[in-house]
């Protein structure tokens, strides 16, 4: 079964802190990597990631893949209270379905 | 350029009632995504159309799910009749094709009393 992990589920910063959110997948017939961060309802794209070792960087955010130990990390450095969200992670398989998972809830304290 | 639409934004329904939500993608975008996502758990996927066609519909509850798209563009999904496990946020997605990254709506929240 596909099955995706993240880590940790929730977490409390203060402002101006930097965070890493972790990701880590079983699937088969893997594509694509994506971060989505939700708030409220809808999820918004952060990244696509196909290769290992090559950063993706937007802004404050940035996120690298590594296929070889089945895992990737979103960093969010100087972190602002708009940050609060559930970023989710999602790995696209063949066919493009993708498989979300469980999310985890970031609260920035001002 | 416009997002995907999705409505309505909210539905309270009692059980066994019937529920029918609509989605519009992003114009020119072949693939459609049906996700439900219920509190506290990550989205998961209902039905994927490429076009007018079903490419993966798995996870649909067939007894009572159902979901169509057929002009290839807009689509519905229904719920008939509906229990109170199906109280969830239905989001819809598309993409331009099987290879690029899914866009979402604002999705409906359906809450069954």
């Known amino acids: 079964e596909d099955k995706v992990v993240q880590s940790p589920l929730s977490l409390v910063v203060h402002e101006g802190d930097t965070v890493t959110l972790n990701c880590s997948y079983e699937?088969?017939?893997?594509?694509?990597l994506l971060w989505y961060k939700q708030e409220k309802k809808a999820p918004t794209f952060l990244f696509m990631l196909?290769?290992?070792?090559i950063e993706k960087k937007s802004g404050r955010l940035s996120s690298i893949l590594d296929k070889k130990e089945l895992f990737s990390i979103l960093n969010i450095t100087a972190t602002q209270t708009g940050d609060s969200a559930v970023y989710l992670c999602?790995?696209?398989?063949?066919?493009?379905?993708?498989?979300f998972g469980a999310g985890t809830i970031l609260r920035v304290k001002s | 350029e416009a997002g995907v639409a999705q409505s309505p934004r909210y539905k309270i329904i009692e059980k066994r009632q019937s529920v029918a939500f609509w989605c519009n993608p992003i114009s020119g975008h072949a693939t459609l995504y049906w996700y439900q996502q219920i509190l506290g758990q990550g989205p998961k996927l209902l039905i994927q159309?490429?076009?007018?066609?079903?490419?993966?519909d798995s996870q649909l509850p067939k007894d009572r799910f159902s979901a169509e798209r057929l002009k290839g563009v807009d689509s519905t999904l229904k719920i008939q009749p509906a229990k109170l496990e199906d109280s969830a946020v239905y989001l819809c997605?598309?993409?331009?094709?099987?290879?690029?990254?899914?866009?979402f709506g604002q999705g409906t929240r359906l809450t069954v009393v």
């Open positions: 196909t290769s290992s070792g």
């Open positions: 699937v088969t017939n893997f594509r694509s």
């Open positions: 997605a598309s993409s331009l094709t099987v290879n690029t990254e899914a866009f």
């Open positions: 159309f490429q076009n007018n066609g079903v490419v993966d």
């Open positions: 999602a790995v696209g398989i063949y066919g493009n379905k993708l498989v």
